[in-house]
């Protein structure tokens, strides 16, 4: 993994609290882990063709944020 995917990752994974699923905008995660938005925007496609991520719900102004759900083990 690159060091952005790793800490798209990283911050979505701490996020799921146990329940597998992450529930944050990409401009959160931007700030959190100290990237641009759309470096964000590339790990988590990246990170869902490798199977480490899969984007449930996708957030848009006035509709909440995006839902991912995280797989540790690269398997979806």
């Not at 790793?6 to 597998?20: A, C, E, I, P, Y």
């Not at 990237?35 to 590339?42: G, I, K």
Request: charged share 25%; proline share 4%.
């Amino acid at each position: 993994l690159t060091p952005a995917e790793s800490l798209v990752w990283l911050v979505l994974f701490r996020d799921t609290k146990g329940t597998g699923t992450a529930r944050t905008a990409q401009a959160d995660i931007a700030r959190r882990a100290g990237l641009d938005v759309r470096t964000v925007r590339r790990a988590v496609a990246s990170l869902d063709t490798k199977g480490l991520l899969q984007t449930v719900r996708r957030g848009r102004l006035n509709a909440g944020p995006s839902t991912y759900r995280v797989h540790p083990t690269g398997t979806a």
